[in-house]
């Protein structure tokens, strides 16, 4: 597995120790209230003369919920979690530098069976 597929698979499984409302899933939103995240066009920051680099994944969250406080809160629970972690797991074919929100959990849509969307971007570095 690419190092980045890799941390998103390892991210969802960080996330899901977080015990929100839904496990986090990887693309589209299900058709029932959830939670998903997918990695948004990344690009390297800095390269280095061995070819290495650090890597900047925008990962898209969205959150849909029949409750509008609990679509709004459980991205706001995820971002700020995610931001202030003491420090950032490594896998085994990358590092984990960090993580920033760059844009809070912000409203999408009210859905026609009255489900709130909500989305958030953070941008996670990784090295590899």
Request: charged fraction near 15%; proline fraction near 6%; hydrophobic fraction near 40%.
């Amino acid at each position: 597995m690419e190092p980045q597929a890799a941390f998103l698979n390892d991210l969802i499984a960080l996330v899901n120790q977080f015990e929100l409302f839904s496990p986090v899933c990887i693309g589209q939103l299900p058709t029932t209230p959830g939670i998903s995240v997918e990695i948004n066009s990344g690009h390297i920051s800095d390269l280095y003369y061995d070819r290495s680099a650090i890597h900047e994944l925008p990962l898209l969250w969205l959150c849909k919920h029949p409750d509008q406080l609990t679509a709004y809160n459980t991205l706001l629970t995820t971002g700020n979690r995610l931001s202030s972690l003491p420090s950032y797991p490594d896998g085994e074919a990358y590092r984990w530098l960090g993580l920033e929100v760059t844009n809070e959990a912000e409203f999408v849509t009210k859905q026609e069976d009255g489900q709130y969307i909500y989305s958030m971007i953070a941008v996670a570095k990784i090295y590899f």
